[in-house]
């Protein structure tokens, strides 16, 4: 598998996570969103996707871009450990969550709505991640265990950590996401964690990294 990534891109770091649970072994090969105007803008990487975003999944014969249609890919053609619960009831939550970060706060702070918003970047970018954290933090009271849904990883975890690391690195105040913060803590202890993280990829600055 070769996997096209951008290091501090939070959807890219969902499937590093993917990869790394599922024991996946990959050729990363770095698409850098800012430098040269954007490498994704090339046309090289326009006829890989045509969407021009990371991240996207050269495997088995096919290219899939979108994080969750690669980590559902993954989840159905290497299904341990698995990352949707089979109980249904968890599994539509696990999916809720997901769905909540990748549909509802990503994109509303993502590189290239922040670049139309100009000098209000910073102030829209925690306006969007404070509003959909305190939803967030709402369901997750009902849903958690130790992680997202649960004691068990999930795709939901997979969607988290790196929107939790958007939020800091946009300087939202955590204080009133106490389950998030807890959630995330532990997560991060997990080796897939540790490895995937945007400090940790060839493709990270020399002063950002761990």
């Known amino acids: 598998p070769i996997l096209y990534s951008y290091f501090r891109s ?3 770091w969902r499937v590093r996570i993917a990869l790394a649970l599922k024991g996946i072994s990959y050729d990363l090969v770095p698409v850098n969103l800012i430098k040269d105007g954007g490498q994704q803008f090339s046309a090289e990487f326009k006829a890989l996707n045509p969407m021009q975003q990371v991240p996207a999944l050269k495997i088995d014969g096919i290219t899939i871009s979108q994080s969750l249609a690669i980590i559902n890919y993954l989840e159905e053609t290497h299904p341990n450990p698995r990352l949707l ?3 249904p009831k968890k599994r539509a939550q696990v999916r809720m969550i997901a ?3 990748v549909s509802g706060i990503q994109p509303l702070q993502n590189l290239s709505v922040l670049k139309q918003m100009g000098e209000k970047k910073m102030e829209w970018a925690q306006n969007c991640i404070t509003s959909g954290f305190q939803a967030l933090e709402q369901i997750l009271k009902h849903t958690a265990g130790r992680y997202c849904v649960g004691d068990e990883v999930s795709m939901a975890d997979l969607c988290l950590v790196p929107q939790v690391a958007n939020a800091e690195r946009f300087q939202v105040d955590m204080g009133p996401y106490p389950t998030i913060t807890r959630i995330n803590k532990a997560l991060l202890e997990l ?3 540790k490895i995937s993280h945007p400090s940790r990829q060839p493709d990270t ?6």
Request: proline share 11%.
């Open 10 to 12: 939070s959807c890219s």
């Open 85 to 87: 619960p089979q109980d």
């Open 205 to 210: 600055p020399a002063e950002l990294r761990a």
């Open 99 to 101: 769905d909540h970060i």
């Open 191 to 193: 080796e897939a964690f």
